[in-house]
T-cell receptor, first 113, second 111 residues
Framework: SQTIHQWPATLVQPVGSPLSLECTVEGTSNPNLYWYRQAAGRGLQLLFYSVGIGQISSEVPQNLSASRPQDRQFILSSKKLLLSDSGFYLC????????????FGSGTQLSVL | GENVEQHPSTLSVQEGDSAVIKCTYS??????FPWYKQELGKGPQLIIDIRSNVGEKKDQRIAVTLNKTAKHFSLHITETQPEDSAVYFCAAYLNDYKLSFGAGTTVTVRA
């Protein structure tokens, strides 16, 4: 069966520090991968998606970047965090064989202080 | 692009009663409509979905209805229980890669 791993679960970072969040998917190959952000009490904002290794599409201009160095690995990064980067970050995947179904990871709660 | 509106934003129901959440979408080409349940501090979980060639789908106490002509779809939870308390999101497929989500409904089931 397919599983998605996202870490860390919580993170507290000072303003101006770098960020690296990692997500990996198991049990499937060539998935579509996504990064979403959720502000407190708000909806889901799509940040990036990737349809293959090295292929990244950005949905909103921001202080963040994404990379996909391997087929089942998706990384969200920042060189210098801003206060406004605080939020709940969710990785998600959609497999080729699962049709349209989108599955989320457990999320990372990021607090920038 | 696709725009999904979800109502109400909050819903409080007595245990045992039914809960209904409604969503509308703008792109008539959308053909897949999932619903997610998110508990506090966790990622959203897919609970039910429906495709555009089906008008209704049911899974135990949960059902979803779709009206393509009116471009709206609804989630129905019957015989609500305390564990149904969560935030629920509807979504519509914008294209092959992206879902467009509603703003969410916070459901509280009162014991």
């Amino acid at each position: 069966s397919q599983t998605i791993h996202q870490w860390p679960a919580t993170l507290v970072q000072p303003v101006g520090s770098p960020l690296s969040l990692e997500c990996t998917v198991e049990g499937t190959s060539n998935p579509n991968l996504y990064w979403y952000r959720q502000a407190a009490g708000r909806g889901l904002q799509l940040l990036f998606y990737s349809v293959g290794i090295g292929q990244i599409s950005s949905e909103v201009p921001q202080n963040l970047s994404a990379s996909r160095p391997q087929d089942r690995q998706f990384i969200l990064s920042s060189k210098k965090l801003l206060l406004s980067d605080s939020g709940f970050y969710l990785c998600a995947w959609r497999g080729r064989g699962s049709g349209e179904k989108l599955f989320f990871g457990s999320g990372t709660q990021l607090s920038v202080l | 692009g696709e725009n999904v509106e979800q109502h109400p934003s909050t819903l409080s129901v007595q245990e045992g009663d039914s809960a209904v959440i409604k969503c509308t979408y703008s792109d008539s080409a959308s053909n897949y409509f999932p619903w997610y349940k998110q508990e506090l501090g966790k990622g959203p979980q897919l609970i039910i979905d429906i495709r555009s060639n089906v008008g209704e789908k049911k899974d135990q106490r949960i059902a979803v209805t779709l009206n393509k002509t009116a471009k709206h779809f609804s989630l129905h939870i019957t015989e609500t229980q305390p564990e149904d308390s969560a935030v629920y999101f509807c979504a519509a497929y914008l294209n092959d890669y992206k879902l467009s989500f509603g703003a969410g409904t916070t459901v509280t089931v009162r014991a």
